[in-house]
Nanobody, 122 residues
């Protein structure tokens, strides 16, 4: 079984910064794409950023230039550095990853973390 555990959320003033972390643990052979999503009350869950194994990444337009996704493959961890935060960034942030438990392609599964709250005050 694989678990994703997020940390680093909290309350910050507009213009401030936070760094989210998401560590994968359990039976892991390989982690492919890693992603961050966010969901504000009453809204759909949106993908904020993704990063592939080779480090290639892309972002939601509204966070480009402010957020940076990175990963440490040795630690099975993905990060989201969030700068110049705005009240509209307030949401629960979730990490998501494609994880294979064994060398068999059929072992590949999609996993989610439990979410971490980010609140940006104006």
């Amino acid at each position: 079984q694989v678990q994703l555990v997020e940390s680093g959320g909290g309350l910050v003033q507009a213009g401030g910064s936070l760094r989210l972390s998401c560590a994968a643990s359990g039976t892991i052979f390989h982690i492919g794409m890693m992603r961050w999503y966010r969901q504000a009350p009453g809204n759909q869950r949106d993908q904020v950023a993704y990063i592939d194994v080779d480090g290639s990444a892309d972002y939601l337009d509204s966070v480009k230039g402010r957020f940076t996704i990175s990963r440490d493959n040795a630690k099975n961890t993905v990060y989201l550095q969030m700068n110049s935060l705005k009240p509209e960034d307030t949401a629960v942030y979730y990490c998501n990853a494609d994880v294979a438990a064994t060398i068999a392609p059929s072992s590949l599964r999609d996993y989610w973390g439990q979410g971490t709250q980010v609140t940006v005050s104006s």
